[in-house]
């Protein structure tokens, strides 16, 4: 196959253009003037070279390793960085067999071209179009029949018109693959006798009888000898003849041969661990020897083997004492067990009594008399008997030692060289002392010393458990008095039957039921304020009971006086020790106040952003005002004038215009009503962010562009439930707050070539939906970066307003579950983030809506049948009351009056098929009406459709959360005539 391939690289040299042949030649001589290696001169010629003939954008050679699962970007151009291509110096690509296959690593010796590298393929792909790669050409260096490494040369166009010179590309990468081996071997050579000279293990090589012909620094700083010392010496003077004597013997054929010694290094023996290798292929070394200092194994295993023995000392200590919870039996078990095992004169166990007593429960190896003078002492005192005066006393956490120190020498014969007291504690608690005597003449070892610590933690957890019971039932009433005085309603329900199993005090200061009246309810839940927060808690119970946490809610709660009170709850699961769901635990906090001080909040910051916002509805809507009224100035001479069907067909014309312009303004006023007020749970169809971001530029126009020039561009967005519908509040306050950035600058924009800009976009990343607004002006320090949604927080970028714009707007998008991100530049302007999850629109929820929401929501279509009856319209807007009979005059028998007495008298004389009754009439509102009239008939009642012309302010309306309650249908004017009578006609066949 080699020879082969070099037939063929001759064949196709002879055939190649002057040019062609001139870069061959090019690179034979840079190869020769580099003994033959491949390297970084090399390539910069022969790249320079093929430049001149080929064309291409990027060069690579790729090396795979042994492996096949990675690539060595062995030299590249252009390279990464502004510094020039360095050979050897690139970075290791890690792909999959099936990509590698798609992209580099073909079958043998096979050239690869792509001539259309898509932007939508592999990820290598995708990485190559991104950095502006159109085609490439890869063609393999093959060396002794083996593909070695792959020339790559890459394109900004399509078509890889580098392959037009293949012959010229598979000629010098026949030329380059041995220089390229050989660089390969050179490095690793280097690379290999730097890791042994710098290997923190010690290296020797022998020849065949067994004399040192090489040895790195760290053999020679273990055999505390030099080079010259060392070199020419058998191993057997050096190591011992334990060593010499391993290299005759059998060897495994896994392993080589291991000894352990001990050295003598600057006068100290020094244990090291010696295995042997053989060294095959090699003539001039046949073994090597490895050495490594075992000290720290050694001593790792030394203390090892004390752990071990500690931990079965413990286990037997705690084996004795095991079972037995009287005090006093199991501490005399712990005293035998102690004194029979270990290796000391004596042992005492004090338990604690009052606050700073200790009484002696068990005693071994001391005399009586030692026993009545210890039968109870002070701690203090009991420290005094050891640091009597000559000896050597230490403390530390709490331990106190003593060296040279006689307690009864009556008993004890002689004086014992140590004694340790070890307190008994539990949780910080003092629970007693223990007290360690050791035997004459002995040592106290840090070992020891560790042992007696951790039999101090073993009976000290026995002497807890004994006294566990009472302290449990002292704790548990302090608990309960402790979580009573909590601020926080606590309450726990069985995740079963739904019944209240536990609530604090809390209830009566919050709600004024006392716990026996809140769990004498059918659980807490009795106490929510109406059928809609039923259901609402429900779902979070049921999610709770299958283990699920929730995040602060708020729920309207009722006070036992009848009040309405907000409470922000949190519902989470209690877990057994088998992680089945015990019980269902909720808090709960009033937050009632909180939420009117946060709306008169945001109406203070809308007062103060009504001014910005008049502009942009004024021009908004006065435009359609205009041209309705010059429309109806037309229209009136058209009909004063007319002269025939011209102008006839000219004033139908000019009404179909005034239509559309009252549509506008019903679109804008529709639209304006997102940045006053939107009840909750008002919001069942699907919104579009990009029409509620387009309102909010229009609505501030005039205030931005008197300062910057504005760019909008909106992405396609997906629809999204409807209570983002109350993010526009958030995003005028955002062009406001980037208008007020621009005019605090006081200067041209930081580019003289640029005006000041401000930029509003939306897209789709990660996921989520993001709307960012941006802006030239002043920025913001980063120091006060993490304050700026603080309320009445001012930066320097917003000398106007409030204080209460980016803590209205970051408030508003976090009660959507969104997330405003901030990044800004001093001196360059700052850009924001709105940043909302894509959650599926309401209408693909289950239903949380009130019944006047769904009906709100649902779409109203004529039922195309005449249905005869009798329509009763009630509006104080009389033009408007005479436009809707009008439109139900064909089909109805109407009658419509203009304020609440007239109608109640016309309700109480007949019966009606629907009633039209708007919300707000000058002497009574629509829901007293309804309620009067369902007093005495139910079943007309049931007729009613309320319409609205929109409740504007960020207060609370009543009057619109009456009609909500009563469940009837609200329809919101302006609205369409077809919309109104198919409305009249659903309800007006509707079954009593």
């Known amino acids: 196959m080699e020879e082969r391939s070099e037939h063929e690289g001759g064949s196709e040299a002879a055939q190649l253009a002057p040019r062609e042949r001139e870069v061959l030649e090019e690179a034979s001589r840079a190869l020769a003037e580099h003994d033959g290696h491949l390297s970084d001169g090399v390539l910069q010629r022969v790249r320079a070279a093929l430049e001149r003939v080929v064309p291409f954008e990027r060069m690579a050679i790729h090396v795979e390793d042994e492996g096949g699962q990675t690539f060595w970007v062995l030299w590249r151009y252009p390279p990464p960085t502004t510094s020039p291509p360095t050979f050897g110096t690139g970075v290791h690509i890690r792909r999959s067999d099936a990509e590698l296959t798609r992209s580099t690593r073909r079958a043998p010796h096979e050239v690869h071209v792509a001539e259309d590298v898509p932007a939508d393929g592999t990820p290598t792909e995708q990485a190559l179009h991104r950095v502006g790669v159109r085609s490439l050409i890869v063609v393999p260096l093959t060396h002794r029949g083996q593909d ?148 720290e194994r050694r001593a790792a295993e030394e203390t090892a083997a004390r752990r071990v023995a500690h931990l079965a000392f413990l286990r037997g200590l705690s084996e004795a004492m095991a079972g037995d919870l009287r005090l006093h039996t199991a501490l005399e078990s712990a005293a035998t067990f102690c004194m029979t095992r270990a290796e000391v004169g004596g042992i005492l166990m004090f338990r604690a009594e009052g606050e700073d007593s200790l009484r002696l429960v068990a005693a071994r190896g001391v005399g009586d008399r030692t026993k009545r003078r210890l039968a109870l002492v002070k701690s203090k005192d009991l420290e005094n008997v050891l640091d009597q005066a000559g000896a050597d006393v230490r403390r530390a956490h709490g331990v106190v030692e003593a060296v040279g120190v006689a307690i009864d020498p009556e008993t004890t014969g002689e004086m014992p060289r140590w004694k340790i007291l070890v307190p008994l504690a539990h949780a910080r608690r003092p629970l007693g002392a223990m007290l360690i005597l050791g035997q004459a003449g002995a040592e106290l070892a840090e070992s020891e010393r560790e042992l007696w610590e951790s039999v101090a933690g073993t009976v000290a957890a026995t002497l807890h458990a004994a006294d566990d019971f009472e302290r449990v039932v002292a704790l548990e009433a302090e608990k309960r008095q402790l ?89 989470y699961p209690v877990r057994d020790t088998m992680l089945a769901v015990r019980s269902i635990e909720v808090l709960a906090y009033d937050v009632t106040t909180e939420l009117e001080s946060r709306k008169q909040l945001m109406q203070a910051d809308r007062l103060a952003s009504l001014g910005a916002l008049a502009g942009g509805i004024a021009h908004e809507i006065n435009n359609p005002v205009a041209f309705i009224g010059l429309a109806a ?35 804008i006023v529709g639209e304006l009503k997102l940045f006053t007020r939107i009840p909750e749970g008002a919001h069942a169809t699907p919104v579009d962010v990009n029409r509620i971001v387009q309102m909010a530029v229009t609505l501030t126009t005039t205030e931005l562009r008197r300062r910057a020039r504005v760019e909008v561009n909106l992405g396609e967005l997906p629809l999204v439930p409807g209570d983002y519908a109350s993010l526009g509040q958030a995003f005028v306050n955002l062009l406001l707050n980037a208008a007020q950035a621009i005019d605090a600058r006081r200067e041209p924009s930081p580019l003289p070539h640029m005006p000041n800009v401000v930029r509003v976009a939306t897209f789709v990343e990660a996921g989520a939906i993001v709307i960012r607004v941006s802006d030239t002006g002043v920025g913001i320090e980063p120091r006060i970066l ?40 001093p001196g360059e302007g700052s850009t924001f983030d709105v940043v909302l999850p894509v959650r599926p629109p309401i209408e693909e929820l289950p239903s949380r809506t009130s019944p006047s929401s769904v009906m709100r929501a649902a779409s109203i279509s004529p039922e195309g049948k005449k249905a005869h009856g009798r329509v009763l319209i009630v509006d104080d807007e009389q033009a408007l009351a005479k436009a809707l009979a009008r439109q139900l005059a064909e ?59 929109g409740s504007f302010g960020a207060g609370e309306d009543p009057i619109h959360e009456h009609a909500q309650a009563t469940g009837r249908p609200i329809l919101e004017k302006p609205f369409d005539g077809a919309t109104f009578e198919a409305l009249v006609a659903r309800v007006a066949a509707q079954r009593d």
């Not at 055999?223 to 190591?239: F, I, K, N, S, T």
């Not at 609440?900 to 009754?917: K, T």
Request: aromatic share 4%; hydrophobic share 45%; glycine share 8%.
């Open 148 to 295: 070695v490494a792959w020339l790559t040369l890459a394109h900004h166009v399509r078509g890889a018109p580098s392959q037009a010179a293949l012959p010229l590309l598979r000629a010098l990468t026949t030329l380059l693959a041995p220089g390229l081996v050989l660089a390969i071997e050179l490095a690793r050579g280097k690379l290999f006798a730097t890791l042994v000279a710098d290997s923190p293990d010690g290296m020797l090589v022998l020849d065949r009888v067994g004399t040192v012909v090489e040895a790195n620094r760290t053999a020679l700083r273990l055999l505390g000898a030099e080079r010259a010392a060392v070199l020419g010496r058998p191993v057997g003077d050096l190591l011992g003849a334990e060593v010499a004597a391993a290299l005759s013997a059998p060897w495994s054929e896994e392993a080589g041969q291991a000894v352990h010694l001990a050295i003598e290094e600057r006068g100290e023996r020094v244990a090291i661990d010696v295995v042997l290798a053989r060294v095959d292929g090699s003539t001039e070394a046949a073994f090597q020897v490895h050495l490594r200092d075992a000290r």
């Open 483 to 571: 979580v009573d005085s909590l601020p926080v309603i606590v309450a726990r329900i069985d995740p079963k039957t739904g019944a209240t199993t536990f609530v604090n005090g809390a209830i009566e200061r919050v709600l004024g039921y006392t716990v026996e009246e809140a769990q004498g309810l059918p659980g807490i839940d009795g106490l929510l304020a109406d059928p809609v927060e039923w259901e609402a808690s429900a779902l979070v119970r049921d999610a709770a009971a299958r283990g699920r946490e929730s995040s602060w809610q708020d729920r309207k709660y009722r006070h036992k006086d009848g009040r309405i009170l907000t409470l922000r709850e949190s519902v």
């Open 633 to 667: 100035g037309q229209i009136t001479r058209l009909l004063e004038t007319s002269r025939g069907e011209a102008d006839t067909e000219r004033a139908k014309e000019l009404l179909k215009e005034v239509g559309e312009a009252a549509g506008r303004i019903a679109t």
């Open 786 to 825: 993490s304050r700026i949604f603080d309320p009445f927080f001012k930066t320097h970028a917003a000398g106007e307003g409030s204080g209460l714009g980016l803590a209205i707007a970051h408030n508003i998008v976090r009660r959507v579950g969104g997330d405003i991100r901030v990044s800004s530049v």
């Open 891 to 949: 089909r109805w028998d109407v009658d419509a009056v203009s304020t609440a007495r007239d109608a109640l008298v016309e309700l109480s004389l007949r019966r009606y098929d629907a009633i039209a009754c708007d919300l707000r009439m000058p002497d009574e509102s629509g829901p007293a009406i309804y309620e009067a009239v369902r007093a005495r008939s139910p079943r007309q009642a049931a007729r009613f459709i309320f319409t609205t012309g």
